[in-house]
């Protein structure tokens, strides 16, 4: 089977690149941030034979700013419902809940660390 490239005429423009939107990029942060929290935690397991304990809160954090930044990006964008009052109604429930999970989240895992 020939390579299409190799069919196509010099002098013919290709397709211009279709790039991931405002709001696929946050949640592709959010899933980095998800795989960095699960490395962390399994090497410190095999590091230590220890389970990290208490740190749910702490994984309730990502996807807390990833609902947050897509409710103001989906607001910039035009495609938010309900106007800017509920894009700011929901952005602040979410640092409200981000800071409220994380206020409950370190200090459980520095216990885990004896501190």
Same mark, same amino acid.
């Given at each position: 089977? =020939?390579?299409?490239?190799?069919?196509?005429?010099?002098?013919?423009?290709?397709? *211009?690149?279709?790039?991931?939107?405002?709001?696929?990029?946050?949640?592709?942060?959010?899933?980095?941030?998800?795989?960095?929290?699960?490395?962390?935690?399994?090497?410190?397991?095999?590091?230590?034979?220890?389970?990290?304990?208490?740190?749910? =809160?702490?994984?309730?954090? *990502?996807?807390?700013?990833?609902?947050?930044?897509?409710?103001? %990006?989906?607001?910039?964008?035009?495609?938010?419902?309900?106007? *800017?009052?509920?894009?700011a109604v929901l952005t602040a429930?979410?640092?409200? %809940?981000?800071?409220?999970?994380?206020?409950?989240?370190?200090?459980? %895992? %520095?216990?885990?660390?004896?501190?």
């Amino acid at each position: 089977m =020939p390579d299409e490239k190799q069919n196509q005429d010099p002098g013919q423009q290709s397709e *211009p690149p279709v790039y991931a939107s405002p709001v696929k990029r946050a949640w592709a942060w959010v899933g980095i941030s998800y795989m960095l929290i699960t490395l962390a935690t399994f090497t410190y397991y095999l590091a230590t034979a220890r389970i990290l304990t208490g740190i749910g =809160p702490l994984l309730f954090c *990502p996807a807390l700013a990833g609902l947050g930044a897509t409710a103001v %990006l989906r607001y910039r964008t035009g495609e938010g419902r309900g106007g *800017p009052v509920a894009c700011a109604v929901l952005t602040a429930l979410c640092a409200v %809940l981000l800071l409220l999970n994380l206020g409950i989240g370190i200090p459980a %895992l %520095l216990r885990n660390f004896g501190g």
